[in-house]
């Protein structure tokens, strides 16, 4: 497959809809986003770099678990215009009713946005938090729910969160479309640039990629990186390495 002749405009144009909104959030113009999609799509690498890009402020990104009280506090600390706290998966915030209730005050289309934590507040006096606080940052929450991912209770939090945010779709979870976005991040955002490699070295990973498509335990962009770390470890065996450690035999 030529895979530099492949249209790859849907894709572009999902991206750059993704890029605009960042922009406006890194500038308190938006205030809420959701991106939503399978692993292995870029959606993690996409957000972080479009904020690096745009924004000037102090912002964070968060991955897994977290406590309640972590996502309170990272939310004061996140909570001026421009600023974006980046929830990347956070199965353990998004399972409660608290950890939701949270979520839509501070992704809530009101004006004005008020968090409040109702319970005892010696906890938070001891680590400096305010009872209850203005926030005019921006949320971004990542998350592959509703793609082979998520309790149904988790679907419908999110989609009580939809509600109240902006919301982009990258992909389906089709591993020809998987692929696709693999090849559009190698190709187009050189996601392999700190490897150094030349273009025919990755290629030749694409091509390995797709040989073992639906053979391997997981595709994702993941699964491209593995793939470069192993060709810089060993170029002339790396495909033997690669067979035995991400396809299934």
């Not at 421009?82 to 608290?98: E, F, K, P």
């Not at 009872?131 to 729910?145: A, M, Y």
């Amino acid at each position: 497959m030529n895979y530099e002749s492949i249209d790859y405009s849907d894709i572009e144009k999902k991206y750059r809809n993704l890029e605009r909104y960042i922009e406006q959030m890194s500038q308190g113009k938006v205030r809420s986003l959701i991106v939503n999609g399978p692993p292995g799509v870029g959606k993690t690498y996409s957000a972080t770099t479009y904020i690096e890009k745009y924004s000037t402020q102090k912002n964070k990104s968060i991955t897994g678990h977290m406590t309640l009280l972590s996502l309170y506090g990272e939310l004061y600390r996140h909570k001026s215009a421009g600023q974006i706290l980046v929830l990347d998966d956070i199965d353990s915030v998004m399972n409660t009713v608290q950890g939701l209730n949270i979520l839509k005050a501070a992704m809530d289309t009101t004006k004005q946005r008020v968090i409040s934590w109702e319970s005892t507040s010696a906890m938070l006096n001891s680590l400096g938090l305010p009872t209850s606080f203005h926030f005019d940052g921006g949320v971004i929450l990542i998350t592959n729910t509703g793609f082979g991912s998520g309790k149904q209770k988790h679907i419908e939090h999110l989609n009580a969160l939809k509600d109240r945010s902006y919301c982009i779709s990258l992909g389906d979870k089709a591993q020809e479309t998987i692929f696709k976005y693999i090849c559009y991040v190698t190709l187009d955002k050189d996601i392999l640039k700190e490897y150094a490699l030349s273009e025919t070295k990755k290629l030749e990973i694409l091509g390995f990629l797709e040989k073992h498509m639906y053979a391997m335990h997981n595709l994702s962009i993941r699964s491209l990186v593995k793939c470069a770390e192993l060709m810089i470890i060993d170029f002339d065996n790396w495909e033997e390495f690669a067979v035995t450690g991400l396809v299934k035999i």
